[in-house]
């Protein structure tokens, strides 16, 4: 027999989803292309790579094809996933929100409820102290996942759902804990 209170994906979730992704790379869309402009810079007439001075003991930096390209790289992924984050976190929250759903005792010990719950928490008290005049950094969504997870294993256990919904919130809860070391690296060496 089939559960009542699991979420089936529905036409209605499609297009709220796309409607967010969309949104994500509207805004994304100018950085894109000067990112875009900016690796043409860095490319000779002939299409070959042309490396800036090296950073001595940066064996990652030469790994990954040289200062220039690194730090446009990372710009590049950072322009365009963090925005993506930040928009489809409160979506599939909003998602996972709705009826059909759980009981509120079983949906705060599901990870994706929970990791996007927190990453949507930490992003509004991002822009909260932003008007007091405080710059954190976007690892801060990280952090905020990891701890709730942490967190949730400690206290409630992990209950996760064979649902889409539960997991596209463990998915974007593990891209916020990805973003951290990326975030991190380019803010030590922007």
């Known amino acids: 027999m089939p559960n009542p ?70 710009v590049l992924v950072l322009d365009t996933v963090l925005p993506l984050l930040m928009l489809e976190t409160p979506t599939v929250l909003a998602l996972r929100l709705c009826r059909p759903r759980p009981p509120w005792r079983a949906l705060v010990g599901q990870p994706g409820a929970v990791g996007c719950g927190a990453a949507t928490a930490a992003m509004v008290t991002i822009l909260w102290v932003m008007d007091f005049g405080v710059r954190l950094s976007p690892a801060v969504v990280g952090g905020a996942v990891g701890a709730a997870w942490l967190a949730l294993a400690a206290v409630r256990g992990w209950r996760s759902e064979p649902s889409w919904v539960d997991r596209s919130g463990r998915i974007l809860g593990g891209a916020w804990l990805v973003t951290i070391p990326v975030i991190v690296w380019f803010e030590w060496h922007a």
């Open 5 to 74: 209170d699991r979420r089936w994906f529905t036409l209605r979730d499609a297009m709220i989803l796309v409607a967010a992704t969309a949104a994500a790379f509207a805004l994304t869309a100018s950085s894109l292309v000067s990112t875009a402009l900016c690796w043409n810079r860095c490319q000779r007439p002939h299409g070959s790579y042309t490396p800036e001075p090296e950073v001595p003991g940066s064996a990652l930096v030469e790994w990954l094809g040289g200062p220039t390209i690194t730090m446009d790289g990372i």
